[in-house]
């Protein structure tokens, strides 16, 4: 079955760094788009980043220049390098994929920027 692991949160002071790495498995990995998505505290769960099976990438505005989306086939793992840190960065990250015909997701990883 599909499952999506996901690591790397933790607390972090604004201008910080993290790596998030999310784990794939249950699934033909090389085919598939994998996306990254936050939850803040009493919002919608929005979509951050995401990598094309060609590595194309895309980036919601908040994020860009700041966040990197990146994808290693030969270890079924996606990675979400996220740099210049702000408190609004602030919450649950989920890993994500769309295969056969359902979405599934990750258990998250929490992300707290703070001083």
């Known amino acids: 079955q599909v499952q999506l692991v996901e690591s790397g949160g933790g607390l972090v002071q604004p201008g910080g760094s993290l790596r998030l790495s999310c784990a794939a498995s249950?699934?033909?990995?090389?085919?598939?788009?994998m996306n990254w998505f936050r939850q803040a505290p009493g919002k919608q769960r929005e979509l951050v980043a995401a990598?094309?099976?060609?590595?194309?990438?895309y980036y919601t505005n908040s994020v860009k220049g700041r966040f990197t989306i990146s994808r290693d086939n030969a270890k079924s793992t996606v990675y979400l390098q996220m740099n210049l840190l702000k408190p609004e960065d602030t919450g649950a990250y989920y890993c994500?994929?769309?295969?056969?015909?359902?979405?599934?997701w990750g258990q998250g990883t929490q992300v707290t920027v703070s001083s």
């Open positions: 990598v094309s099976t060609a590595s194309s990438t």
């Open positions: 249950g699934f033909p990995f090389s085919t598939a788009s």
């Open positions: 994500n994929v769309y295969y056969d015909k359902r979405d599934y």
